[in-house]
């Protein structure tokens, strides 16, 4: 079975303070990947990574950072100096090589407050 | 506009009604998934087409729920006798089968919130 935590429900954090969003995900797979989106008080949501199961490698675009951690199946977002523009929920998601669906986690809602 | 577009952005009904709701790929986008969120919760597959075939559905698809996709282009998603329970945003997502952009990356749409009285 596919699945993914976050238990982090709501964050609340002052600007210009680092942030982690954590993933932990389950999966018998070989071959997986890995997503966050970000969903803005808009609603609409924001593709913001991809990583397969092979690529360890962390990544950096800007202020976001990810960890992505085989070993303890864990797939975290790093948000360096927050901005009042990063509050929204950040869901985290699975995708197995053999299916289509992303499996969602129940997301995270980030407030950042100037 | 280039994004994926849903109409309408928001229909009450009430319940035991029908109701359909529109999605818009992405231009030129042959895969297109519908989901459903519910306040609090991650994105639920729903189903998902591949140009005109529907190829997966979930579980949680049930018999009042019918989704087409006639052309291969726009998509329309059915709910027969609506129920309390059906109270959802509903959102559609398109991807390309061809490397345009972040690989294996599903573009969203505004979704449409149902209410069902």
């Known amino acids: 079975a596919q699945k993914v935590t976050q238990a982090q429900t709501e964050i609340s954090v002052v600007e210009k303070e680092d942030v982690t969003l954590d993933c932990v995900y389950e999966t018998r797979d070989t071959t997986y990947y890995l997503f966050w989106y970000k969903q803005p008080p808009s609603g609409e949501l924001v593709f913001l990574i991809r990583?397969?199961?092979?690529?360890?490698q962390n990544e950096i675009s800007g202020r976001y950072s990810w960890n992505f951690q085989k070993s303890t199946s864990s797939f975290n977002f790093t948000i360096t100096a927050s901005q009042v523009v990063d509050s929204a929920v950040y869901f985290c998601?699975?995708?197995?090589?053999?299916?289509?669906?992303?499996?969602f986690g129940k997301g995270t809602s980030l407030l950042v407050t100037p | 506009d280039t994004g994926v577009s849903q109409d309408p952005r928001h229909k009450i009904t009430k319940r035991g009604q029908n109701v359909t709701f529109r999605c818009d790929p992405i231009s030129e986008h042959n895969r297109l998934y519908w989901y459903r969120q519910t306040l609090g919760q991650g994105p639920e597959f729903l189903t998902y087409?591949?140009?005109?075939?529907?190829?997966?559905k979930s579980r949680l698809l049930s018999d009042r729920f019918s989704a087409e996709r006639p052309k291969g282009s726009f998509s329309t998603l059915e709910i027969q006798r609506t129920e309390q329970g059906d109270s959802a945003m509903y959102l559609c997502?398109?991807?390309?089968?061809?490397?345009?952009?972040?690989?294996?990356?599903?573009?969203f749409g505004p979704g449409t919130r149902l209410t069902v009285l």
């Open positions: 087409f591949q140009n005109e075939a529907q190829l997966e």
């Open positions: 998601a699975l995708r197995r090589n053999s299916g289509y669906a992303l499996n």
């Open positions: 997502a398109s991807r390309s089968s061809y490397r345009v952009g972040p690989p294996d990356t599903q573009y």
């Open positions: 990583r397969n199961s092979f690529d360890e």
